[in-house]
């Protein structure tokens, strides 16, 4: 058998942890398949004395996983500590500027760097790999730069991010509101340790620029991704839209045309009817449209030590294997950037949810706000008042572009009548 492969590991959490675990438990198994033995030479992590529940004793313990770049008897860096600059950009850097194939679990590196470490692992003509970075166990980065590269990609969206969707399946199963279900999913440690990076739909941003730049072969300025998250659906909105043929689910939208490329994250109703509808709690799903495929469907545990440690696993098997073409896999010099398309320009129908004083005139007053705006309505609902005397007011609109939608609801907003900042989600009939 040929010269072993010798990994250094930089992170010794949840998902280093499950990489050594896999690499030990099936040592021979991975030998076969990379046609040489994988071995773990060096680690790194912050606390020394911290026990791991696995044995790590027999690899050279690194203070500074920076040290990992210069040392001759690493050849590859595996990068999962986490964060989008910091020790995890030195190390990417360092790591390929020397000549080491690096493999991060890391969506907010790739993200934002992804780029600049691309043409760097293509100047040296090693492997930068990251299928662990986006879904988790689903293996949606090798399928689409490898297993649908025969197709121009049109569009593509998933339920990128485990924690909120676990939220909003508990609020509809259980009954009850998002503060409630949000303490709960503390307490079981799904958030990030920065809340907002899920809540506000910046972790599925991350995912979404690095599916778009595999998919559509374009370099993506993440600061230009619209991003809403879940913070303002209440219960009532998931019982309205259940009531109306719904569900409420985050997604990440991406699609390019000739007019250019769209890019969102925010709630959307999707149709019962749609398989993505019923993907619940941590569960991860991405649908694909190609021209020769057609539509594809991938689904999946989005996160947790197995699955992300099996798409690390992959990817140093990859490189064990000898591949080294491009991250994106077009060359980082051809991915240009493209005209975005903003998103006060969709066009689609809305689910608007009002919260008003039960007066005479307040329907009338909407209404005339909605009319101002050209927006019409296609379904209005209404129940019976709150305790307080106050009541909701759901309606769907017709298609709508939303910059006409958000102005009919600044103007609604000022209605002394209005209770709650007026809420609208994008409906969209995937
Ligand atoms: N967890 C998941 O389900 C999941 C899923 C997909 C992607 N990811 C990504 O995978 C990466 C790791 O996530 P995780 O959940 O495993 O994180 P984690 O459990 O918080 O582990 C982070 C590790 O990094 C170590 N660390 C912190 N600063 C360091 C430094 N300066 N040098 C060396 N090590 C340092 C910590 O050391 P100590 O242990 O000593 O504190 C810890 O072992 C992140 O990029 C994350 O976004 C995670």
New binding site residues.
């Given amino acids: 058998m040929t010269n072993p492969l010798r990994i250094a590991i930089?992170?010794?959490?949840?998902?280093?942890?499950?990489v050594i675990r896999i690499l030990v438990s099936h040592q021979q198994m991975i030998a076969a398949r990379a046609g040489r033995p994988v071995e773990i030479v060096a680690v790194?992590?912050?606390?020394?004395g911290?026990q791991?529940g696995v044995d790590i004793s027999g690899y050279d313990w690194v203070d500074?996983?920076l040290d990992f770049a210069a040392r001759d008897d690493i050849d590859i860096i595996v990068?999962?500590?986490?964060?989008s600059d910091?020790?995890?950009h030195a190390l990417a850097r360092q790591s390929l500027g020397r000549g080491k194939p690096f493999v991060?679990?890391?969506?907010?590196?790739i993200a934002h760097h992804g780029m600049e470490l691309a043409r760097i692992a293509e100047e040296q003509n090693i492997g930068l790999r990251f299928e662990?970075?986006v879904a988790?166990g689903i293996p949606i980065i090798k399928s689409l730069g490898e297993g649908l590269t025969a197709n121009r990609l049109t569009r593509l969206y998933g339920i990128l991010n485990g924690t909120t969707n676990y939220i909003l399946t508990q609020m509809e199963a259980t009954a009850r509101d998002y503060g409630e279900i949000l303490e709960e999913t503390k307490l079981l440690g799904y958030l990030?340790?920065d809340p907002s990076l899920d809540l506000d739909g910046i972790d599925a941003g991350h995912k979404l620029a690095i599916l778009s730049m595999v998919a559509f072969g374009v370099n993506i300025n993440f600061d230009a991704i619209y991003m809403e998250g879940i913070r303002r659906i209440k219960l009532v909105d998931i019982d309205y839209a259940r009531e109306l043929g719904y569900r409420i689910k985050l997604l990440g939208l991406a699609s390019l045309s000739a007019a250019g490329l769209e890019q969102r994250v925010h709630p959307c109703l999707v149709p019962d009817s749609a398989p993505i509808a019923h993907v619940d709690d941590g569960v991860n799903a991405v649908v694909v449209d190609g021209d020769a495929v057609g539509r594809t469907f991938y689904e999946g545990r989005?996160?947790?030590?197995g699955?992300?440690a099996s798409a690390v696993v992959a990817d140093i098997i990859d490189i064990a294997r000898g591949h080294h073409g491009p991250a994106f896999f077009v060359p980082a010099q051809g991915m240009q950037k493209v005209n975005l398309i903003s998103i006060s320009d969709r066009v689609g129908p809305y689910y608007i949810r009002l919260h008003v004083e039960e007066q005479p005139g307040v329907i009338a007053d909407i209404a005339a706000a909605l009319r101002d705006k050209d927006v019409s309505l296609h379904v209005m609902l209404q129940k019976g008042s709150e305790q307080d005397g106050s009541v909701y007011v759901v309606m769907v609109t017709h298609d709508t572009r939303e910059q006409k939608l958000m102005d009919a609801m600044d103007q609604i907003n000022a209605l002394s009548s209005v209770i709650d900042k007026p809420l609208a989600i994008r409906i969209e009939n995937l």
């Fill in positions: 930089a992170g010794l959490g949840t998902v280093g942890v499950g790194s992590a912050s606390n020394r911290r791991r500074n996983a990068e999962l500590i986490g964060g910091g020790v995890a991060t679990a890391n969506k907010a590196l662990a970075a988790g990030e340790a989005g996160a947790g030590e699955p992300t």
